[in-house]
């Protein structure tokens, strides 16, 4: 069985800070874990994806995220955020082996002036 | 310019009627699908198609019905028997859906409000 839960529904910095976004997940199989982002009344778009290549997976607009098998986390960060990263951020686990993709529930990310 | 269109973007309804939204990709992939997104929550599967004349049920298929006659379109039809439609709905593409594992390419969406 897959599921992925996003730890904050809600996550406030000030602009210039770091942004973390957590992620933890359960697979049966290797996963394919995604994050994507959905700025108000849009369409997702891709931000990263991870596929058992390299644990640290950069993505666009300046975020990254790292796989960790044995904490079963794959959170996202950026060094310095910007305003126009506020937005819905979604994790995603896929089976590899399987036929099933799981969104989590999202964290809205509000960045402060 | 490749990528998906949802259409509209906004819809009304009124209860006890039929409405059509339309998900056309030119991006050439096999694989399409149907999300509703409520607030607080994530996105669910509503139907997904792997190929031309094939498709299959997801998680929330009830009060919803599909086809998949062209391999670029994939309209989702939001019955009388769906009852609570009021949500944003999704369109996705992928290159295949056999492994599940590939990136899906979103569309604008289409906010079905119910009056």
């Known amino acids: 069985a897959q599921s992925v839960t996003q730890l904050d529904s809600h996550v406030s910095v000030s602009e210039g800070t770091p942004v973390l976004l957590r992620c933890n997940y359960s697979s049966s199989y290797s996963p394919s874990l995604f994050w994507y982002v959905q700025h108000p009344n849009k369409g997702l778009q891709l931000l990263l994806k991870?596929?058992?290549?390299?644990?640290l997976v950069k993505g666009i607009n300046g975020f990254e995220a790292e796989f960790k098998k044995s904490e079963t986390s794959f959170h996202l960060t950026k060094p310095s955020a910007h305003m126009s990263d506020a937005a819905e951020y979604f994790c995603?686990?896929?089976?590899?082996?399987?036929?099933?993709?799981?969104f989590g529930a999202g964290t809205r990310l509000f960045v402060k002036a | 310019d490749g990528g998906i269109t949802q259409s509209p973007k906004y819809l009304f309804r009124k209860e006890g009627q039929n409405v059509t939204l339309s998900c056309e990709q030119n991006l050439n992939h096999d694989a399409m699908y149907w999300y509703r997104q409520d607030p607080g929550q994530g996105l669910r599967l509503i139907y997904y198609?792997?190929?031309?004349?094939?498709?299959q049920k997801g998680d929330i298929a009830e009060g919803y019905s599909v086809s998949r006659e062209k391999k670029e379109s994939f309209p989702l039809t939001v019955t009388s028997a769906q009852k609570n439609p009021t949500a944003f709905y999704l369109c996705a593409s992928s290159i295949e859906s056999s492994r599940f594992a590939d990136t899906q390419y979103f569309g604008p969406g289409t906010r079905l409000t119910v009056l």
């Open positions: 991870y596929t058992s290549a390299a644990t």
């Open positions: 995603v686990v896929s089976n590899s082996g399987g036929f099933k993709t799981i």
């Open positions: 198609s792997q190929i031309v004349n094939d498709f």
